[in-house]
């Protein structure tokens, strides 16, 4: 059979499901896991080069078949693009330049922008008009992602010139700032007040993380003089939400949500006293559809009252995933209570601080933590009737014990677990290099 008698929509279905990374969630019997509707590609940068070298060599095999796939396959080539160099914001400029039809392809667009010292002036301004011609070129962007190191004002600056420059009117779908900069930009936050009032009829995902500008959260330009369907993002199914610094009530509190949506992530709410996380505007109303509950490992100390209004605002909540850290108490749910929860995915270490782990490499008290651990899983086994699954997560260090260190807290896992063996606990060991 000919491959002309296929559709060129056919094809695009085969290309993509020929050149698309399998993550191990998909195919995870063990639990439902949340999906991020963001992350439709990989994120770490050895994963992105394969893939980015899958999807390049596929196509241009695919270039050589027949004139209709040529055009089918540059199709697919530029529906996900990355930048993050100098080099390949400059080509990628060009060739839109040159052929303007491309950007109409580009539907997932990631850049990674970070002040580089060993280029001039002229270098830096050539990337910088690049990387806005590239965005403004990419009309129908469904998903956009910025992850953003610098801390000087000029590419701070920048950032929010990039988020100006998507495309109006938006068809973004998902949208992601993460800037990892040591400083705060000192703006009013207008471009994400702006891209928010544009994109808010279709936005699907935010995730909004680090050092960016504290934005005026609703999306019109002025919540006094708007309608309520000015406040509202009626598309709206995952928010996620981490300021450095513990911004995340605030940004809720003054965030209008509709009751689409399905999945939460907040990531330092563990700095506000008693009163004012029990206060917290989002918590006091019901989030009919909302299954999904992520507490960021800066959270870990939520108090119970938090605790029970969190649950009492998800009558449908399915998956929770927290931090319980070093300076934990075992009581978080205490008097807390919910039918619907089937699966805890619980974190036991800290990404880069093991000193607010609660188990300590090198064998210190790890009886008594063990026994807080036993008590905390009881107290959730009461509180979640529901559940069936159990994900313990820990961090252990190559060279330090941590092989052993990882055997015995498998092993032990099993036995303080067993009076509770129907729930399906899944011990995951992570094993860090030493040097990191």
Known sequence: MSVSVLPPEIWRIIFSFATDFEHSSRNDNESRQCMNPCKTVPQDDATILAYRTVRFNTAKNLCLVSRQLHQTAIETLFEVVFVSSHRTAC?????????????????????????NSTQSDTEQRIFKDSVISIVRGARRLEAFQINCGSSTPEWREFEENVVDSLPTPSNTRHFRWNSTGSSFLQSSGGSLTRFFHRAKNNLESIE????????????????????????????????????????????????????????????????????????????????????????????ANICP????????????????????????????????????????????????????????????????????????????????????????????????????????????VCKILHPYSAVKIIPVITVRDEST
């Not at 080509?91 to 002040?115: C, E, H, M, P, S």
């Not at 959260?217 to 513990?246: C, M, N, Q, V, W």
């Not at 605030?250 to 006293?273: K, R």
């Open 208 to 299: 909004l993380t680090g050092f960016f500008p504290y934005p005026d959260i609703s999306p019109g330009y002025s919540s006094s003089d708007k309608g309520e369907e000015e406040r509202t993002y009626p598309a709206l199914k995952r928010l996620k939400l981490s300021r450095f610094y513990h911004c995340d009530l605030a940004l809720l509190g003054s965030w209008d949500i509709t009751e689409n949506l399905v999945c939460l992530e907040i990531g330092t709410i563990w700095s506000y006293i008693d009163s004012r996380e029990a206060s917290a505007p989002f918590f006091q109303s019901t989030h009919p559809n909302l299954r999904c509950i992520h507490i960021g490992q800066e959270a």
């Open 305 to 412: 009252s938090l605790a029970k209004n969190l649950l009492a605002s998800a009558p449908k909540l399915e998956v929770m995933e927290y931090f319980v850290l070093g300076t934990w108490t075992s009581y978080i749910w205490d008097d807390a209570e919910h039918d619907n929860v089937q699966d805890l995915d619980i974190s036991l270490s800290h990404s880069s601080n093991d000193r607010r782990s609660l188990f300590r490499e090198g064998g210190i008290q790890r009886d008594q933590r063990l026994d807080l651990l036993q008590m905390h899983l009881v107290s959730a086994s009461h509180c979640f009737p529901s559940l069936k699954h159990i994900r313990l997560r820990l961090i252990v260090t190559e060279g330090l014990g941590g092989s052993e260190f990882g055997d015995w807290f498998k092993e032990s």
């Open 91 to 115: 080509r990628l400029a060009k060739l839109l330049a040159q052929n303007d039809r491309l950007g109409n392809y580009i539907k997932q667009l990631f850049l990674t922008v970070d002040d």
